[in-house]
């Protein structure tokens, strides 16, 4: 360095500085590799009478800084302090621990440009605010660049090699192997067996994982189970034996294998099938149930729409209960759909609501009377708990409970009516209203009006009585069950009145 270089570059006892320290990899938290960086850093520091504070050493371990996208918080950090101007010194070990990426340099020098930065290592010093020493350190910085990009290649076309040999590439254990994937743990291998077996058989990954972790059986990793695990499992080639690489297959492996090659190809053919079946659905177009919220098992539990293989139904809620409250009930939801839609045409043909208010409250008079006996029972069971001494609080609480249950679901079924959703609708011209109403897809608005005009619609369980519209009720020979209707309206003998 020149004369007028070193005087444009001296260094002033006591300036703030900061200390960058950084490797790339490690196998554990030791921290010897950056220890020692910093040691030599402060040395050159104690050297040219530099002052660094606790808050300006900087140590990014285990962090590359030839991969783009890594995070290295340290480099931010002092870029940022850098960018402040709290130090005007930066000490590295060596300029690659600093940066091994043209665009880091380049940011470092647009931070430095007004700065007059000096970066020293353990073999030179350079101005960032000069010219030339600007150069050389692209020079450095892109030949670091090369080596890290050749050390990469290196290491790509050795993995490559690996694959084709067929040998194991382990980083977390593999269930039912040892940590190096060598050897067949026996006792999981079996629950490998197990999950496999069970999935061909029909068995979802939900339903798999909740039976693992019911019976307390751990991951490799100590874990509980879940479905996302499963589904891990059952892709995994390390069980089949099959050696893959960047996702394909490149060999057979030399470790044993769990499950065979045909029961694994048949495994992931029918996880294909069931992705494609599920993506298929969700392009289904959306169906609106538009007897949603009045549509009612005969259980007392409402049924929900839902969309099948072949139809649309309606099914009960309680059909996927595992106690004995479950019940399969469910029918085919077009024909009942044009079956109260018909009858609603003709209550509302024959309906006059000039003399309602606009909104109305209905409660069957059955419901009124069962919550009458309800409170009474509740008042008793009140009595019992405050006199009685063997009567305890646990016996009140689960005496009261079921009872009050049922006077929510009740409590439910009462409905406020606003009479203004019929507008436009209701009269002798309710049937070309109704096409109106279906031509605009307004289902929001059929709805509402299906929810005026019925309490509910029950679906009873199938009669041995020939099928055929009744008054009050009609059977389809489709779903084999009974339909009833309860309305607070008596028009023409259309529909019993509730």
Known sequence: MSRSKLAKAAVTPGEPAAIYCRISHTKDEDQTGVDRQERICREIAQRLQLRIESAHIYVDNNRSAWQRNRKRPGWEEMLKAMGEGAIRHVIVYHPDRLMRQPKDLEELLSIADDKRVLLHGEANRRDLSDPDDRFILRIEVAHACRSSDDASRRLKDALKDHAREGRPHVGNRPYGYTRDGSAIVEEEA?????VYRRYLDGESP?????????RAIPTSKGKTWNPENVRHLLSSHFVAGLRFHLGEEVAAGTWPAIIDRGQWDEVQRLREYRSQWHSDTKKRPIRNYILRGVVTCACGSRMGGTNGDRYAYYRCNRADNTDQQKCN?????????????DVAIKVLTKLDTSGYEPAMTTRPEADVAADEKDREKLRELKELWLNEDDFTTADFQGMRAPIVKRMKERQRKTVKRPVVVLEGIAGPEAEANWERLELAEDYARMNAIYRFLFAAVIVRPPTRRAGGSTRGGWRSSRTRSTIVLTTPYVVCGVVGGG
């Open 329 to 341: 009930r469910s029918i085919s939801a077009r024909p009942l759909e044009e079956f109260v839609r």
């Open 206 to 214: 939900n339903h798999l994982a909740q039976d693992l972790a019911a």
């Open 190 to 194: 079996e629950i490998v067996r197990e």
